[in-house]
């Protein structure tokens, strides 16, 4: 049950574009399109940003898109906007009916 | 509406116990997957374990054999018991909900913080 791995930390200036990668195993990324991404801000529960690699929730920016590709999965933000600066998560559902999470990439928008 | 609002956080000491709970509204809480998932101060997130609409429960190595996941439909709650809790235990715990047969976290409490220190 290794954590997905993530950047700490990237950042873009207003209007950038920015993609945040998870890199996981068979076991998990590459096994399922069954990966999430979740925004967190300071002292809030996570949201839902992105869900099956590339689907959006209902209310949830077009500029937020998913993507994978072998056993990486990655989330680009267009436009960026200051409100976007956040800490990032990926999540994948596991071969052993259970979930992983990546370490968490922190988003500065400059 | 859908809402999940998490208790039973607190100071523990060092070898304690502590039950969490997760009061739901809005859905059923046993006829969708029902997650903890916790976050230590500073740190990222980390999945502590499910309960699946059959019954079937599953947790992260981290706490195997020490927390144990359960729901009392009656009441539409989701618990967390936690026994021999160690200073690695302290987190904000959520609950989170992934509705059946779906494989992400839609809808999240607003956590209770469990600090483990003597």
């Known amino acids: 049950q290794s954590a997905l791995t993530q950047p700490a930390s990237v950042s873009g200036s207003p209007g950038q574009s920015i993609t945040i990668s998870c890199t996981g195993t068979s076991s998990d990324v590459g096994g399922y399109n069954y990966v999430s991404w979740y925004q967190q801000h300071p002292g809030k529960a996570p949201k839902l940003m992105i869900y099956?690699?590339?689907k959006r929730p209902s209310g949830v920016s077009n500029r937020f898109s998913g993507s994978k590709s072998g056993n990486t999965a990655s989330l680009t933000i267009s436009g960026l906007q200051a409100e976007d600066e956040a800490d990032y998560y990926c999540?994948?559902?596991?071969?052993?009916?259970?979930?992983?999470f990546g370490g968490g990439t922190k988003l500065t928008v400059l | 509406e859908v809402q999940l609002v998490e208790s039973g956080g607190g100071l523990i000491q060092p070898g304690g116990s502590l039950r969490l709970s997760c009061a739901a509204s809005g859905f059923t809480v046993s006829s969708n997957y029902m997650s903890w998932v916790r976050q230590a101060p500073g740190k990222g997130l980390e999945w502590v374990s499910v309960?699946?609409?059959?019954?079937?429960?599953y947790y992260a190595d981290s706490v195997k054999g020490r927390f144990t996941i359960s729901r009392d439909n009656s009441k539409n709650t989701l618990y967390l018991q936690m026994n021999s809790l160690r200073a690695e235990d302290t987190a904000v715990y959520y609950c989170a909900r992934a509705a059946a047969g779906t494989y992400y976290f839609d809808y999240w409490g607003q956590g209770t913080l469990v600090t483990v220190s003597s």
């Open positions: 309960i699946y609409s059959g019954g079937s429960t």
């Open positions: 999540s994948s559902y596991t071969s052993s009916s259970t979930w992983v």
């Open positions: 099956d690699v590339s």
